[in-house]
C-alpha cells in the first residue's frame, strides 16, 4: 500500500481508503461490512470513512463494532465522522453546523464509534443558515478537547474554504486540514480547477469520493443490470437517474474499450487514473462485496500503464478536463 500526507498536515492516509455511504447499515449484513473492513486493514488501508447521516447513525454503530471486535490498535487506523444531516430525529437543531449541533454530533459519533476521539471530522456541506466563524470556534473547541484531531469541509465551495481558512488565521486558530469532493472522471471541475489555490498556497489535503461514480465507471452499467445495485436501492431513484443518463453509458463503454485494450478492468483504469492527481490524498473506495473490494485494491499496478498517451485517449473520450 502506498500512503500519502494528508495536504500539508504529519497525517499520512492510505492512497486507498474505505467508506461506508449506503452499504454500512444498509445494503450489505454486518457480516459482510466485517469482511470487508478485514481484506481492506489487511490490505494496508488505514482509513474508514463515516458520517452522522449515514444509515442514520447506522453506518457508525456497525463500524464501531467491527473495530472493537477486531481489537485493533487505536494508533493503527484513522476513523471520520461528518456533522450536517443529522440522523434519524431531524430538527431545527440537529442538523447543520452551528455550534450546538457540531458538539454534540461528536458526541454522538463518539459513542456509535465507540472511540475516544476522531482522527478526521468533516463538515459534511456548507449551512448558510451559521456563520463560518461560529463553527470555525466550534471545531477548535472540540480540538482542544482532544475530541478531534483534524477538520476539514465536504462540497465547500474555494471561496467558503478560504474564508474558514483566513477566519482561523485572524484568531490563531486551526483552520482546515482537508476537503472530502467528488472526483471521478465525470466530475473535476472543484479538484482540478476551483481549488488549486488552496492546494498550492494553503496545502489543503483531500479525500475524495465517488471515485467511480457510484459503479457507472467499473463499466457494469453499459451491460445494463441495475438488479442487486445500489441503483435498485429505495429512495435512490435520484442517483439512478443522473448514473445512468445516456451521455455517461455511452462513455462508459467506449472507456470499456480502452480498458479492454489494456487488459485490465474498467474499475481499476478508472481508480488508477483518479490516484495519478497528486492533489489527490487519498481515494475513498465504496464496495458492496468483497470481490469488488479486493479488486479495486489492487489498481495502484494500474498506475505505470497510465501513460500521456493513454491519458490523452481517455481524454479524447471523457471530454471532462475543466478549462482554467
Ligand atoms: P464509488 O463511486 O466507487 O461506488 C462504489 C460502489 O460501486 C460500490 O458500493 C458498488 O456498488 C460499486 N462497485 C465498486 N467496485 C466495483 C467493482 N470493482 N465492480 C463493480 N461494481 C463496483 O464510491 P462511493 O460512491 O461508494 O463513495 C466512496 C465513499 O466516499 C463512501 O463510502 C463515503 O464514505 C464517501 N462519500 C462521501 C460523500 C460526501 O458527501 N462527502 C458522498 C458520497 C460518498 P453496488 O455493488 O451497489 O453496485
Given amino acids: 500500500m502506498e500512503y500519502r500526507r494528508l495536504g500539508k498536515s ?3 492516509l492510505s492512497a486507498l481508503s474505505l467508506g461506508s455511504w449506503l452499504t454500512f447499515g444498509n445494503q450489505i449484513s454486518d457480516q459482510v461490512a466485517d469482511e470487508l473492513m478485514g481484506v481492506a486493514y489487511d490490505a ?11 444509515a442514520e447513525g447506522k453506518s457508525e454503530e456497525v463500524m464501531g463494532r467491527i473495530l472493537k471486535s477486531h481489537g485493533w490498535e487505536r494508533e493503527s487506523y484513522v476513523v471520520s465522522s461528518k456533522v450536517f444531516f443529522g440522523t434519524e430525529n431531524k430538527g431545527p437543531n440537529r442538523v447543520g453546523l452551528s455550534r450546538k449541533h457540531v458538539i454534540e454530533a461528536c458526541n454522538a459519533a463518539l459513542k456509535r464509534l465507540q472511540v475516544d476521539y476522531l482522527d478526521l471530522y468533516f463538515c459534511h456541506r456548507p449551512d448558510k443558515n451559521t456563520p463560518i466563524e ?3 470556534f466550534a471545531m477548535n473547541t472540540l480540538l482542544q478537547q482532544g475530541k478531534i ?4 469541509t465536504s462540497e465547500w465551495s474555494a471561496t467558503e474554504i478560504m474564508e474558514a481558512i483566513s477566519i482561523a488565521k485572524q484568531y490563531h486558530l486551526i483552520g482546515p486540514t482537508m476537503e472530502q469532493p467528488q472526483y471521478n472522471l465525470l466530475e473535476r471541475t472543484k479538484l482540478e480547477k476551483d481549488y488549486q489555490l488552496l492546494f498550492k498556497e494553503h496545502g489543503l489535503g483531500t479525500t475524495i469520493w465517488s471515485p467511480l461514480a457510484s459503479g457507472l465507471l467499473s463499466g457494469k452499467y453499459t451491460a445494463g443490470a441495475v438488479k442487486d445495485t445500489r441503483l435498485d436501492l429505495k429512495g ?7 448514473v445512468l443518463a445516456e451521455e455517461n453509458l455511452k462513455k462508459a463503454q467506449q472507456l470499456q474499450g480502452l480498458a479492454d485494450e489494456l487488459g485490465v478492468p474498467l474499475a481499476k483504469l478508472s481508480l488508477a487514473w483518479c490516484l495519478t492527481n497528486p492533489n489527490v490524498s487519498t481515494v475513498i473506495l465504496g464496495a458492496s462485496k468483497t470481490e ?3 479488486e479495486n485494491l489492487t489498481a495502484i499496478e494500474v498506475v505505470p500503464m497510465l501513460t500521456p498517451e493513454v491519458l490523452t485517449k481517455i481524454e479524447d473520450i471523457m471530454q471532462t478536463k475543466p478549462v482554467l
Fill in 10 to 12: 504529519g497525517l499520512q
Fill in 44 to 54: 494496508g488501508v488505514n482509513f474508514f470513512d463515516n458520517a452522522e447521516g449515514y
Fill in 134 to 136: 461560529e463553527t470555525v
Fill in 149 to 152: 484531531l483534524y477538520w476539514g
Fill in 236 to 242: 435512490m431513484e435520484w442517483l439512478k437517474e443522473s
Fill in 292 to 294: 469488488q473490494l479486493k
